[in-house]
């Protein structure tokens, strides 16, 4: 069974910082380029960022670079992203996908509110 369980979101003042995970299952996790992706109450969802296979390439939108850094661990097929400096336009569900959408997790709340 294919799975992709996202972690580490919560409620964070605006200004902080969290680290979402992304653990990969019943696949081979090393094979896809990854990416998160959000999606905010009342709008569509959003592209944040893409990491290649090997890590050697990653890409950002642009609300979020500089703040957010993508990395991933294929020894322990996990997916991260990192958030620095988060503002209320962060408040979103981040998803975990492979960037051909063939599979995604089912998300971690993350919300920017002082």
């Known amino acids: 069974e294919v799975q992709l369980v996202e972690s580490g979101g919560g409620l964070v003042q605006p200004g902080g910082s969290l680290r979402l995970s992304c653990v990969a299952s019943?696949?081979?996790?090393?094979?896809?380029?990854m990416k998160w992706v959000r999606q905010a109450p009342g709008k569509d969802v959003e592209w944040v960022s893409t990491i290649n296979r090997g890590s050697s390439t990653t890409d950002y939108a642009d609300s979020v670079k500089g703040r957010f850094t993508i990395a991933r661990d294929n020894a322990k097929n996990t997916l991260y992203l990192q958030m620095n400096s988060l503002m209320a336009e962060d408040t979103a569900i981040y998803f975990c996908a492979t960037a051909d959408g063939k599979y995604r997790g089912q998300g971690t709340q993350v919300t920017v509110s002082s």
């Open positions: 019943g696949f081979t996790f090393s094979f896809y380029v």
